[in-house]
């Protein structure tokens, strides 16, 4: 792929092949941006994963140090009952039926879907539509939960999911060009320790790439060492 001159440049001021430290990567990212704009500060890792299979998935999440900016639309299915509490907690779409009609019509305008677990089994059918996106409520990133309020203030605040696809990639957005390099390796630090927690299922030193970038920009490989169980 052919790279425009300012692109060419910023890759002159660091090592493609080096794997470089959180300390001497956070320092370096700001600086490697050829965005016009505040851009996102990107993680791609790959876990090294020895099978396809089903409990080999990882995933989980974190609220990261400090905050990115990116505000999540939140959307909450459940009995009347709790309908209030996830409006005052300031979830964007509140309902049961209606809700669900649309989800099923195809109208997915929100960034994660929050159910009680008395309404799971009404939308068992959502799991086609709402599955291969990754909206599909699940008691393991706290979006099954009776404690509405609670969940739905946390992703109002800045909870972000990860999730191992097919290719057992991690993908991510964990912080912004503007923060200093020391919050910039908080959050790296934070979201690469969430991720080795959960997975120890694989091995206790499960990282077979981290790639740190700008939105625009190159990719800083990540000495991971300092990872381990």
Request: glycine letters at 8%; charged letters at 30%; hydrophobic letters at 35%.
């Amino acid at each position: 792929m052919k790279r425009g001159k300012k692109y060419n440049e910023v890759t002159k001021s660091f090592d493609k092949t080096k794997k470089y430290s959180l300390d001497e990567a956070s320092k370096l990212l700001p600086g490697l941006s050829i965005s016009k704009f505040e851009g996102s500060i990107e993680i791609h890792l790959t876990i090294d994963a020895k099978s396809k299979k089903k409990e080999c998935t990882v995933r989980g999440s974190i609220t990261l140090p400090h905050q990115t900016g990116a505000s999540k639309k939140v959307a909450v299915i459940a009995e009347s009952k709790d309908q209030k509490k996830a409006t005052d907690a300031g979830a964007d779409k509140v309902g049961l039926d209606d809700l669900i009609k649309e989800i099923e019509g195809g109208k997915i305008d929100f960034d994660v879907l929050i159910a009680t677990p008395e309404v799971m089994p009404r939308i068992a059918s959502l799991g086609r539509v709402l599955g291969p996106k990754g909206l599909l409520p699940n008691p393991k990133n706290q979006t099954v939960t009776t404690d509405i309020e609670r969940v739905v203030k946390s992703y109002k605040a800045g909870k972000l999911d990860f999730k191992m696809d097919e290719a057992f990639g991690i993908h991510a957005k964990i912080g912004r060009t503007r923060m200093t390099p020391e919050q910039i390796k908080d959050n790296l630090s934070s979201f690469l320790k969430a991720v080795l927690n959960e997975a120890k299922i694989i091995s206790p030193t499960p990282f077979k790439s981290v790639v740190v970038s700008p939105s625009m920009g190159p990719g800083v490989k990540i000495e991971t060492k300092e990872f381990t169980l």
